[in-house]
């Protein structure tokens, strides 16, 4: 889990030499250096010697890898190299000398690889094709400063400054859409692409793999004997080496799947999981059962409110960003107690969007009667529907039938509308609605069913802004590596194959994965109700959590930024049961939060 930085610059302005002076004198008795002309790379020595391992020179290439490759075999009879012990940065240096960019397309795993060519003074950085691993830059006047986490490009400049149209995104996203990020000209490289820059030329930002669905006709059977095989090699390729494993388990089918595989292949791997106190709010009964049923260990862990807000801060600092998905805290504390025990654990991550098994993924099916409205008729159901109270019952069903899939679904989660925005921000801007962000991923699937449409979304927005941040930064957090077999691009293919006919049916979501897990996993675990790490903030904002929500509120530095009456007026109606608001106070929280540490300065965990 090294860390690295990294500056180009072609001219040597006041700003190169000042981040030059930083980065050369700053004291670290475990970082190590590579300088050339127009580039400096420093990088962390960490105690596994992982620098012997990622990073590679010869005459012509400097370059650094961060990661883990699961087909290293199959890099190497690509690049025709004959040593059995070479580094995979070596590999992929070779591999990109013969392949150029597309080498990239061939690595199997999560990472982030940076290549400084010599002869022709070209800079090139890319990131894995889902976008597990995060690299950030920034571009100067003169350069390009970059590095995994964007804490470190912030130490290195000044005036750092809020970026008003990330903020209003984030309201609706309940993250920062990538290649934004919160701080004004700080963004990310985007999955599966790679960012250029040759000496005394343009910078380039090209793509060199596309999540494309492509469904092929066949039998079901020839699907589920498919799936069990992919993902048996997937389980097996992402447990290789002489490591100590673990995995979280939910209970749920996807991480049962992938604890049953991993089971034949290590018979006494632990498993951990986490949960609350308060009843509904816990899987970890559900996963002792199943660990029983599979006649193996489960080390769980109770998290207390008091504990869960304490964390908060420390949680925030590793995010980098505000996300207000209140799951990624169970996910620091599960990632905590694996760590006491192993140093990797396997996770389900992705199962859900590539095989379709968000609920909300029924919704098509659900809402098809309104295809057969006239639009008169429609625009007259949505204005009424539009008229109704908040919390009325049918006024959701309502509004969605009436409504096109491309003006309504941004993801997985959608906090705020645009006119809540409007009421919120005091800067608000009308000309950058948050379709601004899904418009282009729309139109790329217009011709494709609506299920596969959603699924490409969350793919391109929900995937990697949540789910993937908050797994790869709190199992980061913890010093531990996570790994996941569902988001491997040989799964992906597959699944990206497989009819949505199959994927939704018989009322349920991924039904064919649930087939093919029939007989692997227990039978209890097949039919159970979806619950994904569920914490109780609806019940602690109006308890346990209601002073400290008050108190940051009122403490927070953003009056300049937000209308807090209208904040406070949001909590009040969501402690006086006049709707549940918890998901929109918790956004509004997050960012007050992130305010505190990275703006005000109140927390130091540096």
Request: proline share 4%; net charge negative.
């Amino acid at each position: 889990m090294g860390q690295y930085i990294g500056l180009f610059y072609e001219n040597e302005t006041d700003e190169i030499k000042h981040i030059k002076h930083l980065l050369e004198d700053e004291n670290s008795t475990k970082a190590a250096y590579f300088q050339d002309q127009h580039f400096i790379f420093k990088y962390e020595i960490s105690e596994n010697d992982v620098d012997e391992e990622s990073f590679f020179e010869n005459d012509q290439l400097a370059i650094f890898f961060q990661g883990e490759c699961y087909n290293k075999e199959h890099l190497m009879e690509k690049a025709e190299i004959n040593q059995p012990s070479a580094s995979i940065s070596f590999i992929v240096g070779s591999l990109y000398t013969k392949y150029d960019s597309k080498a990239f397309s061939y690595i199997r795993g999560k990472f982030s690889v940076v290549v400084w060519d010599k002869n022709t003074q070209a800079l090139s950085i890319a990131r894995d094709h889902f976008g597990v691993k995060t690299i950030f830059y920034k571009e100067l006047n003169s350069g390009i400063l970059f590095a995994p986490n964007k804490k470190a490009i912030t130490s290195l400049i000044e005036n750092e400054q809020i970026n008003d149209t990330a903020l209003q995104h984030y309201l609706s996203f309940q993250y920062v859409p990538e290649p934004m990020t919160l701080t004004k000209g700080i963004q990310m490289v985007e999955p599966a692409t790679i960012l250029q820059k040759k000496l005394g030329g343009s910078q380039e930002i090209t793509k060199y793999w596309q999540s494309t669905f492509n469904p092929i006709l066949k039998e079901k059977n020839e699907w589920i004997d498919k799936i069990r095989e992919t993902m048996f090699e997937s389980v097996q390729r992402h447990m290789q080496g002489d490591i100590q494993i673990g995995s979280f388990l939910s209970g749920g089918i996807d991480s049962t799947l992938v604890v049953s595989i991993a089971k034949q292949l290590k018979p006494d791997i632990k498993t951990f999981s986490v949960g609350f106190a308060r009843e509904g709010f816990s899987e970890v009964g559900l996963a002792e059962e199943t660990a029983d049923a599979l006649q193996l260990e489960n080390i769980s862990y109770t998290i207390s409110p008091e504990e869960y807000v304490e964390k908060l801060p420390e949680i925030m600092w590793h995010l980098d960003d505000p996300l207000a998905d209140p799951s990624c805290v169970p996910l620091y504390f599960v990632g905590r107690e694996a760590k006491k025990h192993v140093d990797y654990a396997l996770s389900g991550e992705g199962s859900d969007e590539l095989f379709g098994g968000y609920n909300i993924y029924r919704e098509p099916n659900a809402l098809k009667p309104f295809d057969y409205i006239p639009r008169p008729v429609k625009d007259l159901l949505a204005s009424i529907a539009h008229s109704l109270p908040e919390q009325t019952r049918g006024k959701s069903f309502l509004e969605r039938g009436t409504t096109p899939l491309k003006e309504r679904y941004i993801g997985n989660a959608k906090m705020f509308e645009e006119v809540e925005k409007e009421a919120i921000l005091k800067n608000y801007d009308p000309s950058i609605p948050y379709t601004q962000i899904t418009a282009p991923l729309y139109e790329a699937v217009k011709d494709e069913p609506l299920v596969t449409q959603m699924q490409y979304i969350d793919i391109n927005t929900w995937l990697r802004g949540d789910i993937l941040l908050k797994a790869e930064k709190m199992s980061g957090a913890n010093n531990l590596e996570i790994r996941m077999p569902f988001l491997d691009k040989e799964v992906f293919n597959l699944a990206s194959s497989i009819p949505i006919d199959l994927k939704i049916a018989n009322g349920t979501t991924k039904q064919i994965l649930r087939e093919a897990s029939r007989g692997i996993i227990p039978d209890n675990v097949l039919d159970r109700k979806k619950l994904g790490f569920p914490v109780p903030i609806r019940h602690w904002l109006k308890r346990e959590l209601k002073s400290w929500a008050i108190e940051l509120i009122e403490e927070s530095e953003t009056d300049h930024i937000l209308h807090k009456d209208y904040v406070l007026g949001l909590l009040h109606s969501h402690c006086t049961d006049k709707g549940d608001y918890s998901r929109k106070i918790w956004t509004l929280l997050m960012f007050m939060l992130w305010h505190q540490i990275f703006v005000e300065k109140k927390y130091d965990f540096s």
